[in-house]
């Protein structure tokens, strides 16, 4: 009897794995359909993007300086025991380009803009706005969800690329100006050593996967929240977790396939 316990609760588990692995591949399926009606009112996700990404830079930019900072301090220190303190520049920028930025920048992202777009749908579905939609036979998924997923898939290699750039600029700071670092070999070393494809290009890839990522998990946990204030908060708390652990298994293969060949 404890056997056939074990494995009737393991189908059980099982079948609801598939179950929500085969909702969200419909969800998402239905959200790539609902893409050209977005495009073709691009005016909303222009709207999209200033409320997603223009309210980010501030938290962007701050960490991003905070990062470099750390990044020329700790190379420095490493780099100096030996004698290669001039590649300073070029550790700053491949550790920003090919991992920090796209993955801190994501971090960011689904706490800042994710919780955002969850707390937003939820509202919008426990305020009865989603249904009343369906009653006008407006598709919410259309109206509502398509633009802000474009919106997110086009801010997130912004916002990554502004991370990566203020934070070289915050290794500039502390290894030129504050330990005295030739400025000339700070740059040159970096020119030399960062390729655009095989290291800008895979970064800007890298947060390309992170923001559709971020945003549908976002946009689903909203769209499926409870209609209640606690089931609203309870899908912007899943937001975060199943986002941040989505961006660093990502991570971890996107950084497989991309630099295991290099």
Known sequence: MRLLDF?????????????ALGHHATFFAELMKSLPSALRRFFLVVAQIHAIGNYSLVIIVASG???????????????S??????SLGLLVALSLVRELGPVVTALLYAGRAGTSLTAE???MKAGEQLAAM???????KQRVLAPRFVGGIIVMPLLAAMFSAV???GGYIV???LIGIDAGQFWSQMQNGVHVFDDVGNGIVKSFVFGVACTFV?????????????????????TVVISSLAILLLDFVLTALMFSSL
Do not use: C, H, K, N
């Open 218 to 238: 976002a946009l689903y946990q909203g769209y499926e929240a409870q209609a209640t204030p606690e089931g609203v908060a309870q899908a912007t708390t899943r």
């Open 121 to 123: 749908i939820g509202l």
């Open 175 to 177: 290894g030129v100006l």
């Open 81 to 86: 025991r030996y004698g290669a303190a001039e």
């Open 7 to 19: 494995v009737q609760r393991l189908g059980s588990i099982s079948l609801q794995i598939l179950r």
């Open 65 to 79: 300086m905070a990062v470099g900072f750390v990044l020329g301090l700790q190379g420095y220190y490493t780099l």
């Open 167 to 169: 934070g070289i600029f």
């Open 134 to 140: 369906e009653m006008m036979a407006v598709d919410p």
